[in-house]
């Protein structure tokens, strides 16, 4: 770790913070249909869209309207992903002459793009055409990030509304989004990218002669376009198999650095508008403080690791560090950043090797997902996160003082507690689940590329990933199997809507309350003292509910390599 290193996180935390306020402003007025800058010219294609499909802009849905446009939504654009990536060959815009994907892989791929995941169980340049890059990948890209967004606005109409039935319109909510936030911001970042020299064409691949004479086939496409929404919508899907490491997908420090910046944008400005909206901005900075926290210590400790480097080398006297696995160009803080970023968020992209890591350095990654994504987390995604585990420590500091739980004037009782509780559960059931069939099934373990701890963590990281939605991967697993495909698809599917709707229900009961005064007895939420009792629940929770997974993976892989003991490749 080094002086430098530090400052240059000192500086990534600055630039977020600075961009919180601005952000959070904006999208508050947004989603409240007030006028905006861009107003004049995009109103007009707004009101536009809503006479095309119908849409009454005043009428608004209960919770249950809202998750049920949601759900009909993401199956209409399941099928239309699936066909897409089915039919391929027989369509334009494919230069290289990609052949149809296979039904699992198109089965895996649509179920990862549809709920904001973005696990990829194939090479990018090697398997899909333009048209499935662009028509299908980007523009699931937008509609799931800004469902993400909706769902968080959604739930802080409910913290903010008193004696309400409705929670918003999910249509109203969704075009708003994709029209003046994500499209406006993703123009002005793709020329940003441009610049950079990430490429954007529809040309056909490039022909290269090497020094030494040979032919050699350069993959290029509408990339700067993708990359835009894949980062600033914590998606994370890579145009490229080598996803962030690609040098034309990040070419240089200076765009890794807003690659990162951007991931963590919107997720942290949502944050100020909660404040806003439910009329105290102390509430967001108490919640952004909270994610802080957690996120600083992981940066410490991932950093630390790979600074240190194999703990075999170390004790031979032979370790300056751990670059196995990383690009030069951003060395070990710029990927060990990276890596914690884009694991706090729902992102999933990735500019080194998470296999390569330490095990220390890997598990902290790993720890980001199991929490589920709540330290900033996806657009949106992470603040409904975030607020559920409110919910639950606002029902624990109830139980220490003998009264009922009360936040931000609304009492918290069983039913918001239950709700909370099935979306906290539901993501460690895919995660562990999985994991322990993939551990004793033949097919899963021929996935693995490691024997020992490493590989039981290569299975482990795998399910984590695709049940938080975050789609990052050791890397080191062979995910291109019917067993992998299916088994992962189905904790994509589980980890985003079996959260949302309990979500959504706490949105619906909430915003039917009453809204209480505060009282002698009211635990004050925007001080230190919530911000601890709230990092506490999280780590108690997340402790006594991963430990033992990670007690025989990344734990007892770094306990052996510090006593020399190393394991054999091979499943």
Request: aromatic share 10%; glycine share 14%; charged share 10%.
């Amino acid at each position: 770790m080094t002086i430098n290193g530090w400052l240059q996180i000192a500086l990534f935390c600055a630039v977020v913070l600075a961009l919180v306020r601005p952000l959070g402003g904006y999208m508050t007025r947004v989603f409240s249909g007030e006028r905006t800058i861009l107003s004049p010219m995009l109103a007009p294609i707004e009101h536009g869209l809503y006479r095309a499909a119908g849409i009454d802009a005043r009428q608004e849905q209960s919770w249950l309207g809202y998750g049920l446009a949601m759900l009909a939504f993401h199956v209409l654009g399941f099928l239309a992903l699936y066909g897409l990536l089915r039919a391929q060959d027989w369509l334009p815009f494919n230069p290289a002459g990609q052949s149809a994907v296979a039904p699992d892989l198109a089965f895996n791929t649509a179920a990862s793009f549809v709920t904001n995941t973005n696990w990829q169980n194939y090479g990018g340049e090697s398997t899909l055409s333009y048209l499935s890059q662009m028509l299908g990948l980007t523009h699931q890209n937008f509609l799931s990030a800004a469902t993400g967004i909706a769902l968080a606005v959604a739930l802080t109409r409910g913290f903010s509304r008193a004696s309400s039935k409705t929670v918003g319109s999910f249509w109203v909510d969704v075009t708003r989004c994709t029209l003046y936030v994500l499209l406006p911001l993703c123009v002005v970042y793709t020329l940003f990218l441009v610049g950079q020299g990430i490429p954007q064409t529809l040309g056909a691949y490039v022909e290269a002669t090497t020094l030494e004479g040979a032919r050699q086939t350069i993959a290029v496409g509408p990339v700067a376009s993708q990359v835009a929404i894949k980062m600033l919508g914590t998606n994370g899907g890579g145009f490229f198999n080598a996803n962030a490491a690609h040098p034309f997908e990040n070419p240089t420090a200076f765009s890794n650095f807003v690659q990162m910046v951007s991931i963590f944008a919107l997720g942290a400005a949502l944050t100020n508008l909660f404040g806003r909206t439910v009329g105290d901005e102390r509430q967001g900075w108490a919640i952004l403080a909270a994610m802080t926290v957690l996120f600083l210590a992981g940066v410490t400790v991932t950093y630390w690791a790979e600074g240190a480097g194999s703990p075999v080398l170390d004790g031979l006297g032979l370790s300056g560090g751990n670059l196995e696995g990383k690009e030069v160009r951003f060395g070990i803080l710029g990927s060990a950043l990276f890596a914690v970023v884009t694991t706090a968020a729902s992102c999933g992209a990735v500019n080194a090797m998470h296999d390569s890591f330490t095990a220390l350095g890997g598990m902290i990654p790993m720890i980001n997902m199991q929490l589920g994504e709540i330290i900033v987390g996806g657009v949106g995604a992470g603040l409904y996160g975030m607020l559920v585990f409110v919910i639950v420590a606002i029902f624990v500091a109830g139980l220490m003082v003998g009264r009922t739980p009360e936040y931000l004037g609304k009492k918290i009782e069983g039913r918001e507690v239950k709700m909370a509780m099935l979306a906290i559960l539901c993501l460690p059931l895919m995660m562990l689940g999985f994991t322990a069939l993939a551990a004793v099934l033949l097919a899963g373990l021929a996935g693995p590329a490691n024997a020992g701890p490493h590989g039981f963590s290569e299975i482990l990281y795998a399910f984590t990933s695709a049940a938080a939605n975050n789609g990052s991967a050791f890397g080191g697993l062979t995910g291109n199997t019917l067993f992998y495909n299916t088994t992962l698809a189905l904790g994509m599917l589980v980890g985003r809507f079996f959260v949302i709707i309990p979500a959504l229900a706490i949105a619906g009961s909430l915003a039917a309350k009453k809204t209480v005064p505060a009282s002698a007895g009211t635990l004050p939420t925007h001080g230190g003292l919530f911000v601890g009792l709230l990092v506490g629940v999280i780590l108690i929770v997340g402790g006594l509910t991963f430990f033992p997974s990670l007690a025989l993976g990344p734990i007892v892989e770094h306990l052996a390599g510090s006593a020399g003991q190393t394991f054999s490749t091979g499943g």
